[in-house]
């Protein structure tokens, strides 16, 4: 019944901005923290960036800061990941999470607490 579904991914070149969507149902979206992960080698997923419920915080790796804005919408259910100034390392799968927290503030790094998953979306960045 859950369903996080991305969408915004393809191929760009390196230096080049993209902007990831990621679109839940089936749960109250806005009783949900967000966050964005991706697959790297040696890891099922990588912590990119996270927003608080209500969008009133948000926190990013270090890898991406000054680069990459997370956001959201909860009037529509939207969480989305604004990617400028891409790297060819920035390459790969990207995911969309929910997590349950509690907390009205909370940015969980760790993909442990995250209880939904989208299926991904493909980023490619040529140089």
């Known amino acids: 019944q859950v369903q996080l579904v991305e969408s915004g991914g393809g191929l760009v070149q390196a230096g080049d901005s993209l902007r990831l969507s990621c679109v839940a149902s089936?749960?109250?979206?806005?009783?949900?923290?967000m966050g964005w992960f991706r697959r790297t080698p040696g890891k099922e997923r990588e912590f990119v960036a996270a927003?608080?419920?209500?969008?009133?915080?948000?926190v990013y790796a270090d890898s991406v800061k000054g680069r990459f804005t997370i956001s959201r919408d909860n009037a529509k259910n939207t969480v989305y990941l604004q990617m400028n100034s891409l790297k060819p390392e920035d390459t790969t799968v990207y995911y969309c999470a929910a997590d349950p927290t509690l907390s009205v503030m909370a940015v969980r790094t760790s993909p442990n607490p995250y209880n939904y998953w989208g299926q991904g979306t493909q980023v490619t960045v040529s140089s």
């Open positions: 089936g749960l109250s979206f806005s009783n949900y923290a």
């Open positions: 927003i608080s419920k209500n969008g009133g915080n948000a």
